[in-house]
Each structure stands twice: as C-alpha cells, then as structure tokens.
C-alpha cells in the first residue's frame, strides 16, 4: 500500500475508486464499505484509494474537543492495508481546507487523484459547513465526471456500527461487546517501561505500558488479555488504572504475562483485551491483593480458553495469524 501525506503526491498513479473519512477503529461498518470498495476497484483495474485526514476535523473546527482515538495512524494504516486498499492519503486539515467548498475539493480529488468513482455512508458530507450533502455530490456526479456509491451502514442489534458506539462501549468496559462491532479484539501497544516493581516483590511480575492521553482505550479496571511477545500470543491479566493500593499515580496498563519468565523491558508489547473481570479497587493489605490476583489469573485461564487471539482480522472472517 502506498502512504502519502497529501493528495497532490499521489497524482500520477492512474484513476482511482475513492473513500473519505476518519476510519477510526476500522470497525464491521468500515469494513463493508472498504471492502465492496476495493472489490469494485480490482473489477475495473483502477487504484482502491481511502483519504483520511490529521488532525481529526473535530480537533480544529471544536477546539478542546476530548476525542480518543481507537487506532493510532500507523494501526489504522495497517488495518487499511490488511483490506487490499491500494493508496491511503493522510491528508493535513486546517481551517484553510475546512473552508473550502464542496466543489472546489471534488475538483481536487478528480486532478491530484483522478477519482473515478467516490465511494460513501449515507450520513457522508464534505467541503465547507458540509454543504457536499449526498444529494449535492449526486448533482456533482454527473457536472463533473465521477460516479457515486452510497453504501448503507452495517447494524448490530439494531443500532448502526459506528466509531462512536465502539467508544462507549470501551468506556463501559465492555470490551468483549466491543470485538462484535470490531471484528477483532481491541488492541493497544507500546515499549515496556520501568516500573516500581511492586509485582515482582508480590509474586508476578508486570510489563508496564504508558497510556496516552488519546487513547480511546477500556475503563479502568481488571481484564482478561493475550499479549504478543516474539511473534507468540501469551495469556494475561492486566490491571489498567491508577493503582489505589499503592499511589495513585500515572494511568498505567500493568499485563501479567502467565507462564512467561523473560525480560520484557524495553520491548514492544502488544495487548488484546478479551473481557473485564472486574473494578480496580482498593485493598487493605498485600495478601488481600495477592489472593485476588490469583482468582484474578485462574479466571482469566478460563476466559481466554474460550477466546483465541482475534487481531488483525475481517468482519466474519477471523484471522488470528497476524
């Protein structure tokens, strides 16, 4: 897949079947919409493009806006590029761009990426106080020479698969509800870092990850986990918080890695959440805590017994090689 930070650098490539928007997370909706898109590209031998912006449009046009990203730019990429999208374009967005129209961005997209075909959900709108409503880009369609797909969105018990639900179920906790909508189990990664050791003077040890203040990740609070060390899924349980018993200090996702015995530090870590077991709480003493943490394992051997590693993956079509 070819990256390319604006869309005057992918000129030059052939005609191109387009998709805008955010793709945050790259859920069972995005999926439907991406993958009938790329299908529909290699039918008619053109390039499967996606543009997507950074900053996320919200930051700048609402500043202050607490958004949590459920994917960072390189996880969405690969996401992407797991799809057989062809061309991803992280296009820069400032007021300047927000306030050009409609049309004058479609003409951008037909010059610097020479779109054939745009490809959209029903609620899409673009160019300047969303005046490229769908009914305007239909009218476009024909003025200017590309075709239009409006590609309906992709229901869960109801409700529309969206970035947004994907959120609120993290925010509950609710993570396995959340690997419904994502097709995977929701990821996070880092390098292990130093911590206060306090795991291993009580009897497990944990790798220490940092986490952003951006992330869209899980409530506080005790999960079941696979974590990837040397291209190995081990099962875990990690507490993700602030560690009442002890100082309350950073937000750490601290993952006890079962049955592994290795240095981790300075490595990277990947880290599937698989279920909540329970709240991060406070306790009185180290043996109360100890005894938890090992009713804590014996249910996550359980949970995870169940529940294979699903990462990288297409909705309905698991794949847990990579």
């Known amino acids: 897949m070819q990256?390319?930070?604006?869309?005057?650098?992918?000129?030059?490539?052939?005609?191109a079947i387009l998709s805008i928007g955010a793709f945050d997370g790259v859920h069972c909706g995005h999926q439907a919409l991406l993958g009938a898109m790329v299908q529909r590209a290699k039918a008619c031998g053109l390039r499967s493009a996606v543009l997507t912006f950074y900053p996320h449009p919200r930051e700048v046009l609402q500043p202050g806006t607490n958004l949590r990203y459920l994917t960072t730019d390189v996880e969405r990429?690969?996401?992407?590029?797991?799809?057989?999208?062809?061309?991803?374009?992280?296009?820069p967005f400032d007021r300047e761009l927000a306030a050009t129209s409609a049309e004058a961005f479609l003409a951008r997209l037909r010059a610097d990426l020479q779109m054939a075909e745009l490809w959209v959900g029903p609620d899409f709108a673009l160019g300047r106080d969303r005046a490229g409503s769908i009914p305007e880009l239909q009218r476009l369609s024909a003025e200017m020479g590309y075709r239009l797909h409006v590609v309906d969105g992709v229901q869960s018990e109801g409700e529309t698969i969206s970035s947004t639900r994907v959120r609120y179920m993290l925010e509950e906790g609710a993570v396995a509800e959340a690997r419904r909508l994502l097709g995977r189990h929701y990821a996070v990664g880092g390098v292990v870092r130093y911590g206060a050791q306090r795991g291993r003077q009580l009897?497990?040890?944990?790798?220490?990850?940092?986490?952003?203040?951006v992330c869209g990740c899980p409530s506080d609070g005790v999960y079941a986990v696979w974590?990837?060390?040397?291209?190995?899924?081990?099962?875990?349980?990690?507490?993700l918080g602030r560690r009442p018993s002890f100082d309350l200090g950073e937000r750490l996702l601290e993952v006890h890695l079962m049955g592994y015995a290795g240095s981790l530090y300075g490595k990277h870590l990947r880290v599937l959440f698989v279920a909540r077991l329970r709240s991060e709480r406070r306790?009185?003493?180290?043996?109360?805590?100890?005894?938890?943490?090992?009713?804590?394992?014996?249910?996550?051997?359980?949970?995870?017994?169940?529940?294979?590693?699903?990462?990288?993956?297409?909705?309905?079509?698991?794949?847990?090689t990579n």
């Open 77 to 91: 990429a690969r996401l992407l590029e797991k799809l057989g999208i062809d061309l991803l374009v992280l296009q």
């Open 283 to 320: 306790f009185d003493d180290a043996s109360q805590l100890i005894e938890q943490v090992h009713q804590d394992m014996v249910q996550a051997r359980s949970t995870l017994e169940q529940n294979p590693p699903l990462d990288v993956t297409l909705c309905g079509a698991p794949d847990t």
């Open 3 to 15: 990256v390319v930070s604006d869309m005057s650098g992918a000129s030059g490539g052939g005609p």
């Open 227 to 239: 974590g990837r060390h040397d291209d190995a899924w081990i099962p875990g349980v990690a507490n």
């Open 203 to 213: 009897g497990f040890r944990t790798a220490n990850l940092r986490i952003g203040q």
